[in-house]
C-alpha cells in the first residue's frame, strides 16, 4: 500500500486490480444504486431487492458471474458467518440464472 490518498478519487493509481476503474465496476454500481435507495429500510428489505435486481441482470445478459463474484467479496467482509453463508448460496444459485 502506497498511502491511503491513493484509495480515493483524487489521489494516485487505484490499487484495485481493476486497472483503476473500481468504480465503473458493475458490482460496485449495484452495491451503491441499492445502498442509496435502501436508506432506512431493514435488512430483509435491503437483501430482497439485492436478489431481484441481481436476476433482473442475470436474465437481461447485463450481470456476469464475474461481476456477482466481485459483489460476493465486497460485501461479504461486512457480513456476519451466517449472512455471509446465506450471501454466498444466494451467489451461487444467482450464477445458475
Known amino acids: 500500500m502506497k498511502d491511503f490518498k491513493s484509495y480515493t478519487k483524487g489521489g494516485g493509481e487505484k490499487p484495485d486490480g481493476n486497472g483503476g476503474k473500481f468504480d465503473d465496476d458493475k458490482g460496485v454500481k ?3 444504486q441499492v445502498a442509496d435507495s435502501m436508506k432506512g ?9 439485492v436478489i431481484d435486481e441481481a436476476e433482473r441482470g442475470k436474465r437481461a445478459g447485463t450481470l456476469t458471474n464475474a461481476d456477482l463474484d466481485n459483489f460476493y467479496q465486497l ?3 461486512t457480513l456476519d458467518g451466517f449472512r455471509r453463508r446465506k450471501l454466498k448460496s444466494i451467489v451461487d444459485r444467482l450464477k445458475k440464472l
Open 41 to 49: 429500510k431493514s435488512s430483509g428489505e435491503i437483501m430482497r431487492a
Open 30 to 32: 449495484l452495491v451503491k
Open 75 to 77: 460485501m461479504a467482509p
